[in-house]
């Protein structure tokens, strides 16, 4: 290349670099401002001093306020809940529609993606009075059972356990493994990273969920970090921003925590749910 | 040998009584949703309210339930009604007796108001508080947290204006007069203090009845089937509060926050809020300068609606939950802790016995704001209430933010909102 | 196997993922359907048939015109926004700009956290007065504005939001699709003498196509789907300038309890989705390129 084009390179490096972080300081200013706001007293809320103390007030004040012990509590049930269920679950029928042929098969997965565009979350009213005749209003169950079949779990299965050589299912079955035997045996190692990815957007869904949780909860024991947070920060009373950033920041730590720690494994899991 | 029956017997007696004072230690449970509407510890009040009730009843469990605001303590009231998991009673709006009614959530207190005493505990309360409680000659709520709206001012400010600042606006006139004195300007022509600031969010339908009560009208009927939002009267209220800020530029433009109007104060952005006088001890705690108290300021009379929540019973629950209910309302409306409420919030204390008592007079001659929505109360009308209540007062609350966004002018707004309740409330006229 | 076994092991292994589907996507569709014939019970009065009572009374709503409108003001305003700003920041962060991994963490974080947080911290943000916003343009000498309390900049601010929180998401996807992109390409169209933007015209925006495609749905169902944020920070105000129409079904359906109103609201809402997807895989079906 040229070195006027070399050069003109260089400058338009620098100008996209400047612009990246830019952008990058303007995506993390809301969190950081609510992160200050957090750890400095009330009086700091609407007042920026650099050299404000920091204090764990607002934390200690935001936890003795509402019961976000049990919230956590709550939600990590209701997340393991929903991945053990989806996990069960969407390998089965993923293996059913990779591996298997019946008549309907297309249609059937045809069917089954619909939920991709029509989740439980746009069915709120009909959805709640099916709980209600299932007897099931106001449990940590009821949040997670419209989920427990998730069409993108058994879509991206399926997808995976396509591309497994039919040569090992085949060695497996002369060796003579029963179908399930075939499942957990040879299908079920080898879509390993594609469960972790899994897990991990699932995991992030429903623990960001909020709508759906809000309808069909009512009361403490069933209630997630969500709607927990909801409750309490509801604006009739005269607001107090530390205290509010300060639960914000306490409902979304263990996510946030786990995140940054894992950031690259988070990171391959949506990346590789979206190749799929 | 003659002992062993004699043992047996003994012995028989004995589990037998043990296993009856089991039976009456089972303690009855009871539980209420209760909303929040204003800033303080509440929480921790009403928990303390609680165990002060089951130490002096050791047969009775109290389970307060926070539930959010005003409109989400109704929701889950209703939702857990429908569930059939409804609590024993609730603090709700005074205003939403009849969706409450309507819905056959809620029995009326008369049958538990028997002997002389109850019924000299029920006249016991503030007419005007009681207003929103009956319907049908039947009581079906009892008071509570009750407030009226006050006018708070920044005495600093006044005085720095050249007003007397112990003297609040009495008028309409005054109020826009005092207002324009005290909206102060950067050099960049930017607002740095307001005049006068009118919360719209939330409930603006509440603060709207200040204005128009004043203007000497009402807004619906008392049995809850009609209402009269396109009269000139309160068009005119509404054109008033419009002028406000796009006329006068007194008052911040477009939809004001009721949650952090106080604030606004505390950060002294403005010199005079209307806001519920429950908020007065968190006001009391937070504004670091000399404030006041007044009633509303008059147009044709003073006036302020009535606010806040009532006890109501729910029907679903047992009898014996029922009458423990009834032993803890009665408690905690007593003239004692009536009063105490009343300190600890700012809330108006619902009884006139309640501010005889010595607690009571003492915080007054310490802190005389505390009187002012007592004072009021000669004033106040019935809040805006009818069936199918929170869909008719989004019907007017929509019409008043149109208004004051400069959307549509306040004769069709107001218009509007009456075609939408006329609509709502037909099914209910028979 | 035999194919009966086949058949069996098929069904069999389909069985309690397809019911439960069944029981919460499938059959609520059709329940919204028969329900929105059917008029409120009320207390003492029962539901009945109405026939297209809903229906009508939808037409005549003001609120529901409003509420469709802003969802499509909405979905306009958020969706090719959030894809644009996801294809630059997927570019740089996978180009050789300094500090990227601060970079990818800076944009990817807001993804992280639930909208409900995400809505309280702008809410603190947009404060009149003292909010960081306000503070901000302030120092700049713009005038003061009530972002949330004003019908023409609320919709607006929210998207902010959206936007804020979802580009993050979409960036990865698309990070995930360059990643997978040949280098020979690149280095081929720098022998040839290609600018950057005409290799980005040309050569990589084609083949991010399918990405785009996922992202393009995913992104129209949040559009519809999530309306947390409107909870915590407008509640559909001012004047229902923010109502969305899950908002309002939401609002209809357990605010004011008249659930045969909120499905037909529900069965707008459905169609709606079912246009989208239908456009969606036809239309773009025709110009996706794989490689």
Redesign the interface.
Known sequence: ?SALAHRA?GL??GV??V???L???L?????A??VW?AFHGGEFS?H?VPSAPLTLENFAKAWA??PFARYFVNTIALCAMILAAQL???T??G???AR????G?NT?FA??L?????????????????M?LLGL??TIVAIG??Y??S?FG?FLLRQTFKTVPKELDEAARVEGCT?LQVLWKVYVPLARPVYVAYALVSV?YH?????WP??IT???ESRP??VG???F?????????SI??AA??L??AP??VA??LF?RQ??QS???A??K | MKRNPFGRWIVGVVAAALSALALAQTPVEISFYYPVAVGGPITKIVDGLAADFEKENPGVKVKPIYSGAYQDSLTKALTAVKSNDAPTMSVLLSTDMYTLIDEDAVIPFDAFIKTPEDQAWVKGFYPAFMENSQTGGKIWGIPFQRSTIVLYWNKEMFRDAGLDPNKAPASWKEMLEYAQKLTKRDGSGKVTQWGVQIPSTGFPYWLFQALTTENGVQLMNSAGTETYFDKPEVVEALQYWVDLSTKYKVHPEGIVDWGTTPKDFFERKMAMMWTTTGNLTNVRNNAKFDFGVAMLPANKRRGSPTGGGNFYLFKQAKPEQQAAAMKFIKWVTSPARAAQWGIDTGYVAVRPDAWETPAMKKYVADFPAAAVARDQLQYAMAELSTHDGPRVTKALNDGLQAALTGAKPSAQAMADAQHEADRLLRPYRK | MTRTTQWLYGWLLLLPAVALLALFTHYPTLGTLWHSFYSTPRGARPAAFVGLDNYRQLVDDPIFWQALANNLWYAAGTIPLSIALAVAMAAWVNGRIAGRGLLRLAYFTPTMLPMIAVANIWLFFYTPEYGLLEKLTGALGLPAHNWLGSRSTALPALMAVTVWKEAGLFMIFYLAALQQMSPHLAEAAAIEGASRWYFFRRVTFPLLMPTTLFVLVNAVINAFRLVDHIVVMTRGGPDNATALLLYYIYEIGFRFWDPAYAAALTMVLLALLGCAALIQFWFLERRVHYQ
């Not at chain 1, 991709?116 to 709640?128: A, G, R, S, T, W």
């Open positions: 290349m390179s338009g490096h996209e670099t612009g990246a972080w952008l990058g300081a995506w993390i200013l809301p969190l401002y609510a706001t609407t920026f306020a509402a069960v679950l969407c089965l029928a293996y059913a529609f298997f042929a019946f008549p098969r059937l069917l089954v619909v939920q991709l565009m029509i989740m439980p979350d746009v069915l709120i009213v009909e959805n709640y009075r099916t209600g209003k106001d059972l419209p427990m079949a069409a058994i179908p992030s623990w960001n969920n909020f709508l809000l309808i009512n009361s403490v970090l969500t947070l909801q409750v920060s509801a604006t009739d009373q005269g607001i107090d921003w509010i950033t914000t920041l409902t979304t996510l946030l995140f940054l950031q988070f990171v949506f990346m590789r979206g190749i």
